[in-house]
């Protein structure tokens, strides 16, 4: 199958579309030739009204249509340019008293202009390309800091940019130094770089909290504009959140005139959504993680920089040249799911990674509607519903245990019970989950049998669509979805408990051991008689309705059961693998999270004898202050800005808090998305951390001041939770 039949396109190769400052629409195209070409054309922004009386109302309307269908949202209003469209939002506001985003509105607005032409052209950018054809270039920077042992504020005048490496897909790579030129002629050679090389994608790891905020202040500076945009458009920025799971992390969003900007680190924070066994999301560990980090890899410690720099400049060279091609290592690992998404959803590429999975499976559904000229309903008020089953059975040390799940279990029920959404009068969701669900087994089959060189795009053609497939039910309960359906959702998971309860039953029933159920699998430890896995998933998949499928795809040497959705494997090769919150948190301060892990690991190869040995290095190394201030210290991500949880604690509407009361203390520029590490201080196991806790940059190696008593505290309560 060819995304084409998926989703339509009326051209080929786009590699980005923006609305230039006349407000037209501007597309910009990848040749064959790899130069990239610039179309202009006419664009009329539009919006929904509920009826033709309340359209008529408004000024400079190009076009009124009435769309088919029962939908609260039946007419289509376009305007003839951005300021009478931005003018009509005002208008509506005033006419029915009620704002865009209230669900009372007689009107909806979709604020993502790309959304809106890539919806009506209709245009779905990367068509007939391969991830390996576009142009990605990495950029990383190195910095001084005045202060020695102090992070480097770009507000600071000596806190300069002095290393700037880039590098992009056809291995071409360089590492500029303002060594015999100065910051501000660094600045501008790196900007006439970019502009060279004209690439689609801008990538760098933190490179929204880090590298384009630090870069945008030393350009202003200096008087440079940050012109990285095609056209030598300046870049622009604004507030915004990035979710990852259960965790949002506020972030600086940047946007560039004709290209995309991919965050390798928010592409690591979701791959660990699912896999939920990284310690670190930092750019040395993400590449150890995913083994792409070389043997021969330059490591400078971020206290040494300034110093390296001024020492062994060649030292530091390598090093920032490393941190890119670690950067395109990752992004060739993690990027292509979303490239490939880029080509289905109408949705910018940058887009198709920030935005939630709910709300590009929404605009994939209401695009299907608007391009047919039909009505869009409302959505449907909140409500609660049961979700999937998951229990943990009984906690402890299991031996030889097998894991068996259903694939794809909601979408299959979905499926096979024929569902589709009360207002979807199209039966667009139910098409649509069809025919990716068939698009990612075709995908799969050609990559048995692909060539080498073929199979990595195969791959991630079948990673990128089983994203979307799982995503459909979560749609379903998703608040602000168009076809949201929560009495469908209540009937897809009673469906799934149902299976996996008989899955359960069956295993215990046949003599198995059940460890743990988690929505759609189960972890058991097999009868003692049975060693045949393919025979006991044909005894299971006899028991279950048709259409659903199971696979019983993984056996471990051991399992830790914790609590419910919080274990640990022994894989096969000696790997272990921790999940969950309880046993890996960020909350825990790092000596913590090596702690469970050593302890974890001797429980699961039949060492616990060691276990108080293990305890008493620990504590040793604390008594004796050998561990690291950093291992002892809590990192916390700013949520608002310090001055607005100042304002907020003087109002009484939040309580103290150790990160902010230390941030607003520092005298440093920090802002919401910027992060605090900080450490307790004392002697009593018991104090408050508020009063008691300092900014790790401020402790000293040389002279230590940790509260030992409470991090032993903490040392004994972890203990005794595992035990």
């Not at 933190?206 to 870069?215: A, E, G």
């Amino acid at each position: 199958m060819d995304i084409s039949q998926l989703v339509r396109s009326s051209e080929s190769r786009v590699v980005a579309i923006e609305v230039n400052e006349q407000g037209q629409c501007e597309l910009f195209r990848r040749t064959e030739a790899e130069s990239v070409e610039s179309e202009i054309r006419p664009f009329h922004p539009w919006l929904l009204t509920s009826g033709v009386a309340l359209a008529k109302r408004l000024n400079q309307v190009s076009d009124i249509v009435e769309l088919a269908g029962s939908g609260a949202m039946r007419v289509r209003v376009s305007f003839q340019n951005f300021p009478s469209y931005e003018n009509a939002i005002k208008d509506l506001k005033g006419l029915t008293g009620q704002n865009p985003s209230s669900p009372l509105a007689p009107y909806r607005i979709f604020s993502d202009l790309t959304q809106q032409m890539l919806t009506m052209l209709p245009l779905r950018l990367f068509r007939d390309m391969g991830f390996s054809e576009l142009r990605r270039l990495q950029l990383d920077i190195e910095t001084r800091s005045g202060t020695p042992g102090v992070f480097p504020d770009a507000n600071k005048e000596s806190d300069e940019v002095i290393l700037i490496s880039l590098r992009d897909s056809s291995g071409w790579e360089v590492c500029l130094s303002a060594k015999g030129q100065g910051e501000a002629e660094l600045l501008r050679q790196m900007i006439a770089l970019v502009q060279e090389r004209d690439p689609d994608v801008i990538e760098g790891h933190n490179i929204f909290n880090f590298d384009l905020p630090y870069l945008e202040k030393r350009c202003k500076r200096h008087h440079i504009k940050l012109t990285l945009g095609r056209g030598n458009r300046v870049v622009s920025s604004r507030n915004s959140r990035f979710s990852a799971g259960e965790r949002i992390i506020p972030y600086q969003r940047y946007s560039i005139y004709g290209r995309h900007v991919i965050d390798t680190y928010q592409l690591v924070m979701l791959h660990d959504v699912s896999q939920r066994d990284m310690d670190s999301y930092s750019l040395k560990a993400a590449a150890r993680y995913f083994g792409i980090n070389s043997d021969k890899r330059t490591y400078v410690d971020g206290a040494d920089i300034t110093r390296v720099f001024d020492e062994d400049p060649e030292r530091l060279t390598a090093y920032c040249l490393d941190d890119v091609r670690e950067t395109d290592g990752i992004s060739r690992l993690l990027s292509p799911s979303h490239f490939y998404q880029a080509q289905v959803l109408p949705l910018t590429y940058q887009n198709c990674v920030s935005r939630g999975n709910a709300t590009r499976i929404d605009a994939l559904l209401c695009a299907e509607y608007l391009q047919q000229s039909y009505s869009l309903p409302t959505p449907q008020m909140a409500q609660d519903f049961q979700g999937g089953l998951t229990d943990s059975v009984e906690p402890g040390v299991f031996r030889n245990v097998w894991h068996i799940d259903v694939r794809s279990l909601y979408p299959s029920v979905i499926l096979a019970r024929k569902l589709h959404p009360v207002h979807d009068e199209l039966a667009v969701f139910s098409r649509l989950l069809e025919n990716l669900r068939a698009f990612r087994l075709q995908a799969k089959d050609a990559m048995r049998v692909a060539e080498p060189e073929q199979r990595e795009h195969f791959q991630a053609l079948q990673s990128s669509f089983k994203i979307l497939i799982n995503s459909f039910y979560g749609y379903l309960g998703f608040s602000q979805g168009t076809f949201n359906d929560y009495n469908m959702a209540r009937t897809v998971t009673a469906e799934g408990r149902a299976i996996l309860t008989s899955m359960n039953e069956f295993l215990q029933k046949n003599g198995a051991k059940v460890i743990e159920m988690d929505t759609d699998g189960i972890y058991f430890c097999p009868p003692p008689e049975v060693h045949d896995m393919a025979a006991m998933q044909a005894r299971v998949q006899a028991i279950l309705p048709e259409g659903i499928e199971v696979e019983l795809d993984a056996s471990y040497q051991a399992m830790y059961a914790y609590k419910s959705k919080n274990y640990a494997l022994l894989e096969e090769n000696g790997k272990v693998s921790i999940t969950g919150a309880a046993l890996k948190s960020r909350g825990l301060e790092l000596f913590q999270r090596k702690y469970i892990r050593e302890h974890i690991t001797l429980l699961l190869t039949g060492r616990s004898a060691e276990l108080p040995a293990l305890f008493d290095r620990f504590e040793t190394a604390l008594r004796e202050h050998r561990l690291p201030l950093k291992e002892l210290a809590k990192r916390e991500v700013l949520s608002t800005a310090p001055e607005t949880y100042a304002q907020k604690l003087a109002e009484g509407k939040t309580r103290r808090s150790a990160a902010y009361e230390l941030a607003l203390k520092s005298g440093r520029s920090l802002r919401q998305g910027d992060s605090v590490e900080f450490y307790v201080t004392g002697t009593k196991k018991n104090v408050a951390i508020t009063d008691n806790s300092k900014l790790l940059e401020d402790g000293r190696e040389d002279k230590r001041d940790e509260n030992v008593e409470f991090y032993l505290e903490r040392l004994r309560q972890l203990r005794d939770k595992l035990i």
